[in-house]
């Protein structure tokens, strides 16, 4: 007898363990879908702290405010942490990969598209901007790539690149330092990874993304100091008759430098400008 009341039992808190795990995961709310969630994305070897001070701007002068960490580990499982208040007018999520080091697009895309889909699954986020910093533009590029027809997901409507790696990488693709934007906006030069890209431009949704494309051009040298500004300049190519608008803005100065760039208060100011003015 005790050993069927104790079947029993188990069988009763196991259908509550179901009950419970299944209502958790939708937290949604009509302000969660009407929202557009802003997510900022770290470059390579980056960290929970690389993007915080454009964040904190955000905060400070643009009432946003963080609701939510992804952390994606390496196999792509994310993890949501924090609490999306429903009140939040314009919510920001710091998206973490542990695995920093990797170069693989597909990858690093992938990751980011898991990210969204638990977004929309658990928060029914309908709509997306983001903030990518160095090699996080390559996830955002390539998720687009990929995954831009796909209307079951998020959407993306606003893009701040930074210091974007878009058609090539000094020492990984050979890339001359004399590669230039033509008069034509086409690079001289062009990558493996970018004649890849212009194959799958179709994906990216025709006058649906507002793209602001930063850069640094670090002691008048062209580039940087890791990645040329005509690699960085190249999105203008890849999206000329997809964007709903395009436009670059270069900064210089010590703060020009490619890291730096994510901390400059002026491009803090220009990617905040860009983000929370009215669309026309």
Same mark, same amino acid.
């Given at each position: ?10 069988? /009763?808190?196991?259908?509550?363990? /179901? $009950? @419970?795990?299944?209502? =958790?995961?939708?937290?949604?709310? %009509? ?32 009432? %946003? ?5 992804? =952390?994606?580990?390496? !196999? ?5 942490? &924090? !609490?999306?208040?429903?009140? $939040? ?12 080091? =990797?170069?693989?697009?597909?990858? @690093? ?8 889909? &638990? ?12 903030? %990518? !910093?160095?090699?996080?533009? *390559? ?22 690149? @930074?210091? &974007? ?7 990984? !693709? ?6 230039? @934007? ?6 001289? +030069? ?13 994906? #990216?949704?025709?006058?649906? /993304?507002?793209?602001?494309? /930063?850069? &640094? ?9 890791? #990645? ?5 300049? *190249?999105?203008?190519?890849? $999206? ?10 270069? +900064? ?10 994510? =901390?400059?208060?002026? $491009? *803090? ?12």
């Amino acid at each position: 007898m005790k050993k069927h009341l104790w079947f029993l039992l188990a069988g /009763i808190l196991a259908a509550a363990a /179901i $009950v @419970i795990f299944a209502a =958790t995961p939708r937290q949604t709310t %009509a302000a969660h879908e009407q929202a557009p969630v802003t997510l900022y994305l770290h470059g390579h070897f980056g960290n929970a702290h690389s993007m915080q001070a454009l964040m904190t701007r955000a905060e400070q002068v643009d009432n %946003a405010q963080q609701v939510l960490t992804a =952390t994606v580990d390496p !196999h792509g499982h994310v993890t949501f942490t &924090g !609490h999306w208040l429903a009140r $939040v007018r314009r919510p920001l999520v710091k998206v973490v990969f542990q695995d920093n080091r =990797t170069l693989n697009y597909d990858l @690093i895309s992938d990751w980011l598209h898991n990210v969204l889909v &638990g977004l929309r699954a658990r928060y029914g986020v309908k709509k997306f901007n983001i903030v %990518a !910093h160095s090699l996080g533009n *390559a996830a955002v590029l390539y998720y687009e790539l990929r995954y831009g027809k796909d209307r079951q997901l998020p959407q993306l409507q606003r893009y701040a690149a @930074i210091a &974007g790696n878009f058609d090539g990488i000094p020492g990984m !693709h050979m890339q001359p330092r004399n590669n230039r @934007i033509q008069r034509s906006g086409q690079p001289r +030069f062009l990558a493996p990874d970018f004649r890849r890209a212009m194959l799958d431009r179709d994906s #990216i949704p025709a006058g649906q /993304i507002d793209f602001l494309n /930063i850069y &640094g051009d670090w002691d008048d040298t062209g580039s940087d100091g890791r #990645i040329f500004n005509a690699s960085s300049r *190249a999105l203008g190519w890849l $999206v000329a008759g997809r964007a709903r608008s395009y436009r670059e803005a270069k +900064f210089t100065g010590a703060q020009a430098q490619h890291s730096q760039l994510r =901390t400059n208060p002026k $491009v *803090a100011r220009t990617v905040d400008e860009f983000l929370w003015k009215a669309r026309k």
